[in-house]
């Protein structure tokens, strides 16, 4: 796991990432899609400055060397707080620090943490510029293209601009609005429309920043597209409910000449790292819910996803259900 001053990632690229998603995107779902593509940025779920600075954060910032290049995803509003944990980041190798001004929920919101705070564009100048003077790892946001009340292009112009002057230079713009009130964080990531050509326009009238989009993205081909416009793609569910989407993206996006890994070939790659957490006393449904979608798409799925998430709970040998979920995978 990670030591103190690891070795960072020596360049890496935007141009294809996972999202940060709470509750998913932990350190055994990063290990899990690095197996699939080499070139993935990953970034953690997002993790509050409070978690770190008041909690145990060797728990939080841990992770294991084969998941660079990663990026931990921080959510706090206060600079010298933000800064501290950005210090931490860097410290334990983490390739970038990105603060989220994406999150619609009612919890974060009432600390001033996320979405909302897209209607503080000095604030997250202000936040950006601690963090940026506290560290040498870029420092980026993910934020959406408005909030309720604060929707027009302008105002999101008037954001981007302000953080720009503090020395952002890459953005991750989840195209649509964030409504604040009345909706939940999941009805957010549906209900407001996607607006694509809003997010062009930004590339458009800010040449000089790297623009990465997020939101509805759900095909290579997709991304193939947008990446005309746009200098990288960062999907969110589609690459968690359909992760081995993400075994063609190393020759797809990046030019490998290596051959794609298989389903099969996958599971099997993952026993090791199952055995050791279970022979550390961890339970094998904490590495095996996220990889319920490596069965997507094929005729076995759903006896796939039956052995991995339902009958593992009552299995006195669960590597030997693991082996029988990777016969349903032999040859796919």
Not at 131 to 154: C, F, L, Q, W
Not at 245 to 264: C, H, K, M, N, W
Request: neutral net charge; aromatic residues 6%; contains cysteine.
């Amino acid at each position: 796991m990670s030591s103190a001053n690891p070795a960072k990632t020596p360049s890496f690229t935007r141009r294809f990432s996972v999202a940060p998603m709470m509750d998913w995107t932990d350190r055994h779902c990063r290990y899990f899609l690095r197996l699939l593509s080499s070139h993935t940025l990953l970034y953690t779920e997002m993790v509050t400055t409070g978690a770190l600075l008041n909690g145990d954060h060797e728990r939080f910032l841990r992770y294991d060397q084969t998941e660079h290049p990663i990026a931990l995803q921080l959510g706090g509003s206060t600079p010298g707080d933000l800064a501290a944990c950005a210090r931490m980041a860097e410290q334990h190798g983490y390739d970038e620090v990105n603060l989220n001004v994406g999150c619609p929920s009612d919890r974060v919101q009432n600390n001033m943490i996320g979405a909302c705070l897209m209607g503080h564009p000095a604030l997250v100048a202000g936040c950006v510029k601690a963090m940026r003077d506290a560290v040498s790892i870029p420092v980026t946001v993910k934020h959406r293209i408005g909030i309720n009340g604060r929707d027009s292009y302008e105002q999101l112009c008037d954001f981007v601009g302000q953080v720009r002057e503090a020395g952002c230079r890459s953005f991750t713009v989840h195209a649509r609005i964030a409504i604040l009130e009345g909706l939940s964080p999941k009805e957010n990531r549906d209900i407001p429309p996607l607006r694509y050509d809003v997010a062009a326009q930004l590339k458009s009238d800010f040449s000089d920043l790297e623009i990465v989009l997020n939101g509805g993205i759900k095909t290579l081909a997709e991304c193939h597209a947008h990446l005309q416009t746009f200098d990288g793609v960062m999907l969110g569910r589609e690459a968690y409910h359909n992760p081995y989407l993400l075994a063609e993206v190393d020759q797809q996006l990046f030019g490998s000449t290596l051959p794609v890994i298989s389903r099969y070939e996958a599971l099997q790659a993952m026993r090791p790292y199952i055995a050791a957490h279970i022979a550390a006393g961890g339970a094998m449904h904490h590495i095996t819910r996220h990889m319920l979608g490596l069965g997507t798409g094929f005729p076995g799925a759903r006896k796939f996803r039956q052995l991995l998430s339902v009958d593992i709970h009552k299995a006195a040998d669960p590597l030997a259900l693991l082996d029988q979920a990777g016969a349903l995978l032999e040859g796919r």
